[in-house]
């Protein structure tokens, strides 16, 4: 189906995206429904759609619905932060999590990430090709295309090349320089993984429960029938290879192996038996600029605002819907388009980033005085 809203003249360019995650997956819908032959390839054997709800937020509420998807989506909503509780030892409520310092706007849908994930599956045009266990390994833009040899060996010449590949975008990498030219650690480390349904506290159907210990935190976050054990804790930064979850793993024992308060012990095992356990430095991506000849980045590759800004969904969603409408504006000048894009996008993606400071000190305080003022904060009269 080709959307009108978007068909320009001269549509119709080959259009390879790297990752399949919501960017890569929203760009897939736009370009190719806009008349673009389009092609993702995806570094996993599969979807990888785990993780916690996420938040469709501000405008990418109105792009959803100009995607067709705003039934769909708001049909799989939840509101599970309104039920976020700070506990202590004995898993007893010592304080609420503040939804005014979670949540600064009206439109706000929470969904599963799966559920979006889903959602964005489905309604990837079937004329799109999504192609697994591949990735791009080298990148030569000619001027007038893209030549792409991938890890398979396979080779392909594309008039453009999205890079939706995450925050240790490969594409980035390949096009504009290391990860860390770009890379902001903000202090934090965050892994989520599966829980079984009775590691959650009874009653609560949708509810987030957070343990602090000085600089670090275990959570329990249950939806629906399923539960996630929510890891985050203050580090410097850690190397390893992020591609090695056995390292991930061992991160985290390293980190909360000796705890034994509340539920840590149960909510550590159930992570250490997660095969898709979801593991990561929580760091921002700050680029000049985000294309390069015929090569453009969007969602986290191009300004990954970490999980503390609850906005990375919203700007993945809205950077290719952006992209997407300014390749449509200025056919066949991917230039101009590229500069538009970037120019309409970057209000978001500020503003997300700022958004994430502070986030550390309410959800990891880093010492035992500091977990006190901030629930005596949260619940003055106490
Ligand atoms: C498994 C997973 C779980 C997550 N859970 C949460 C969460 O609980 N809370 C939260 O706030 N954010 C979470 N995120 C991040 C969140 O999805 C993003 O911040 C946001 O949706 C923007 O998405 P994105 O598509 O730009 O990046 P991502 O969601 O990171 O997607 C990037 C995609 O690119 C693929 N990829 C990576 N390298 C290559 C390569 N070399 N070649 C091809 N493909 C590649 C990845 O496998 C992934 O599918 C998660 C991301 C992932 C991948």
Redesign the pocket.
């Known amino acids: 189906m080709v959307n009108r809203e978007f068909k320009g003249e001269e549509a119709g360019m080959r259009i390879l995206v ?7 997956l929203s760009a897939g819908i736009d370009l190719a429904r806009a008349g673009h032959t389009v092609e993702i ?4 054997g599969h ?6 709800p ?1 938040d469709v937020r501000g405008d990418s509420v109105g792009v959803v619905e100009r995607m067709g998807l705003l039934d769909e989506v708001t049909g799989r909503s939840i509101t599970m932060t309104e039920g976020a509780k700070f506990v202590d030892d004995n898993g007893d409520v010592i304080a609420p999590q503040p939804m005014s310092e979670t949540n600064d706007s009206d439109d706000d849908i929470e969904i599963p ?1 799966e559920d979006l994930m889903r959602v964005l599956r489905k309604a990837l045009p079937e004329e799109a090709q999504l192609r697994f266990e ?3 390994r080298t990148l030569t833009d000619d001027g007038d295309q893209v030549t792409v040899v991938f890890e398979s060996g396979r080779e392909g010449r594309y008039d453009l090349v999205v890079g ?7 594409v980035r990498r390949q096009a504009f320089g290391p990860e860390r030219e770009f890379s902001r650690h903000l202090g934090l480390y965050v892994a ?1 993984g599966a829980a079984p349904e009775e590691a959650a506290p009874e009653n609560t159907a949708h509810s987030v429960h957070i343990l602090n210990l000085p600089g670090r935190m275990a959570c329990i976050g249950r939806y629906r029938d399923q539960a996630l054990a929510i890891f985050t804790f203050r580090s410097e930064e850690i190397e390893y290879d992020h591609h090695d979850l056995a390292a991930q793993k061992r991160i985290l024992t390293d980190f909360y192996g000796e705890d034994r308060q509340w539920r840590i012990p149960q909510l550590l095992s159930a992570a250490q038996a997660d095969p ?1 356990l ?1 593991f990561d430095a929580i760091a921002q991506i700050h680029m000049p600029t985000w294309h390069r000849g015929r090569v453009v980045l ?4 191009a300004h ?1 605002a970490t ?1 503390m800004a ?1 906005r ?2 919203s ?2 969603l809205t950077g290719a819907w952006l992209l997407t409408e300014a390749l449509t504006r200025h056919d066949g000048d991917h230039t101009a388009a590229f500069t538009e894009y970037e120019r309409r996008q970057r209000p978001y993606s500020d503003k997300a980033q700022e958004s994430a400071n502070g986030g550390a000190d309410l959800m990891v305080p880093a010492t035992w005085e500091d977990i006190e003022r901030r629930n005596a904060r949260l619940l003055p009269a106490r």
């Open positions: 790297s990752g399949a995650g919501v960017a890569g390839v995806e570094r996993a979807l990888r759609i785990n993780g916690s996420i990430r591949d990735s791009v939706a590949d995450g925050a240790h975008s490969n989520i898709e979801y969007i969602g986290d590759a990954c999980p609850g990375g969904t700007l993945a």
